[in-house]
Each structure stands twice: as C-alpha cells, then as structure tokens.
C-alpha cells in the first residue's frame, strides 16, 4: 500500500510540469497563515513538511518514551483542491524492558479550500482523512481497522478590526474540528469508539505587524517570527466508556521565510493520561509552490 502511494505521488509530480499557476500558501488578502505543527492550516497549498520530530513521556503504566519522526506531501490537484499522504515512524522505549520501533499507518488527506474571503482575511476549508488499517506495525500501536474523519477548517485574521485595536490585527485565529469514525466497531475484544479532534492556534505574526500595522524597526529575524500557542484535543464520544479528553498545550514560534518555515514547540499534557512532563516538537516545512513555480509547484489542473 505504501508503495502504491508513493508511486501516486510520483506520477502527481510529473503531470504537474504541464499544469498552469495559481495562488500558493494559505492566504487571505494581506494575511499569510503558517503551517502550524500540531494542527492543519486551512490552506491548500504545494509543500512538504519533512522533517517534524517529536518527543514526550506517554500517560502509559508503565510509562514510555515516545519519539515520533514524520513526513507529510501535499500537492494541489486544483487551485482549490489538494490532497496530502503522511507517514509516522514511530519509536517507544520503556525503562528496563527495551524498546519498539516502526511505521504507523499511512494517513491520507483530501482537502478543498471553499471560502477565501480577502476583506476579512478569513479561510474555510472541508476535508476527509482516511488512516489506512494494516499499513503500520502492530508493535508501535497502528490500529488494525480503517478510521475516516470528515473535519472543517478555519482561519481568522485581525486584519479588519477597528482603529482602537490596531495593536490587535497581526492576531489569527486557525483551527481544525474533526470527528473520527471508525470502519468497525471492534478489534477482537477492544472496541474502537469514534472520538471528536479539535486543534486551535492563537498567532501573532510580526511579518503581518511590521507590514500592514507599523514598522518598528525590529532586526529582520524578529520581523519573520510568528509567536503561537496550539492546543490539541482528543474526545472519546462514542463507545468509549471511561474514556475521558486527553490532549496538549503547546507554546512556541515559527520563522517564516521565502521557500521554508521552521518551528519549534513545547508540549504540555493537559492530564495524566495524555502524558507526563514536558515535551517538544520541531518542524521543518519546505514551500514548494515557491520553489519550483513553473513545475512541481503548480496545481495538476489549473482552470486556465
């Protein structure tokens, strides 16, 4: 399967040599959204997201050592349309019995970019992931069943907030709601509840402040950092008895620049049971709408 993918995306590459142009990134008339580590940016956009690490302390007895190194591609079919395919590998160690190490499940993503207001610096996004059963390893904790969750984004910049709140308009507000169903309800014994995500991140871009608001005169490094804080939620709804929302708050920041972003956060647990101690995630996302213009980053199908 993960071949297969692979294959799909190389041959997404290739058709786009003939494809023509088209607005690039998540953007809103002066408003630039970044990609945000934890949660989806309402955008569809050319990029790739290799490497993001992370690192925490599971709310597992006995507890482990999660480290997660993934990848993600996302290629616009159309202007408006994209579709994404991520990949996880995934290593667990536990004090004194030794450590596991392998591949999630492949996840997959189709997502259309519906509203784009540039007045009110606003983006509504729709879009349906698909986890693939069986394409990861049993001992880092792939599920044995197929999971689909239909999910709305959003984003909101300041942008068009009054005078009195011009200090106010670099704020955005992005986020992501999604409801996970699974394919069946059981695996053997266990039950597979379908649980609610939802992702916010609260922004303040300094690009937008010494832009669009007033220049400060800042060195030019302060002037592509976006200060952020994400939180992300998981809520069991159905057939999860027991179960409760686990989930992270994660303070940090982005550097911005012309073809790639880098970001770093921390990542706080929000109970035991989402884990223990502080944790980090970093992240590095390449724009390849602007590197490569006239080939790879153009939509297959542009409209014109």
Request: contains cysteine; aromatic residues 8%; proline residues 3%.
């Given at each position: 399967?993960?071949?297969?993918?692979?294959?799909?995306?190389?041959?997404?590459?290739?058709?786009?040599?003939?494809?023509?142009?088209?607005?690039?990134?998540?953007?809103?008339?002066?408003?630039?959204?970044?990609?945000?580590?934890?949660?989806?940016d309402p955008g569809v956009a050319d990029e790739l997201s290799l490497p993001t690490i992370s690192s925490f302390k599971t709310g597992d007895d006995p507890m482990q050592r999660q480290?997660?190194?993934?990848?993600?591609?996302?290629?616009?079919?159309?202007?408006?349309?994209?579709?994404?395919?991520?990949e996880t590998w995934t290593q667990l160690k536990t004090s004194g019995l030794g450590k596991a190490q392998g591949f999630q499940n492949l996840e997959v993503t189709v997502k259309y970019q519906a509203i784009t207001s540039a007045e009110h610096e606003t983006i509504v996004a729709v879009g349906l992931s698909t986890e693939w059963a069986d394409t990861g390893a049993d001992r880092v904790g792939a599920e044995h069943h197929s999971t689909f969750t239909p999910s709305v984004y959003f984003g909101k910049g300041g942008g068009d907030l009054p005078d009195s709140l011009t200090w106010a308009r670099p704020l955005a507000l992005t986020g992501v709601v999604g409801y996970a169903i699974p394919d069946r309800l059981h695996d053997g014994a266990d039950r597979n509840p379908s649980v609610l995500h939802s992702?916010?991140?609260?922004?303040?871009?300094?690009p937008y402040l010494a832009s669009h608001v007033k220049d400060y005169g800042l060195p030019d490094f302060l002037n592509h950092l976006t200060p952020l804080v994400e939180a992300d939620f998981e809520t069991p709804v159905a057939h999860a008895s027991g179960s409760r929302t686990t989930g992270t708050i994660n303070p940090g920041v982005i550097w911005a620049g012309r073809y790639y972003q880098l970001g770093a956060e921390a990542t706080f647990p929000i109970n035991h049971d989402s884990g223990r101690g502080v944790g980090f995630v970093v992240q590095l996302h390449v724009f390849l709408d602007d590197l490569f213009p006239r080939s790879i980053g153009k939509p297959v199908w542009s409209g014109q």
């Open positions: 399967m993960r071949n297969l993918i692979l294959l799909a995306c190389s041959a997404g590459l290739t058709a786009t040599l003939c494809a023509g142009s088209a607005t690039a990134h998540a953007v809103a008339g002066n408003r630039f959204f970044p990609a945000t580590l934890k949660t989806d480290l997660d190194v993934s990848g993600e591609y996302s290629k616009r079919l159309t202007p408006k349309l994209g579709i994404s395919v991520g992702g916010f991140a609260l922004e303040y871009s300094l």
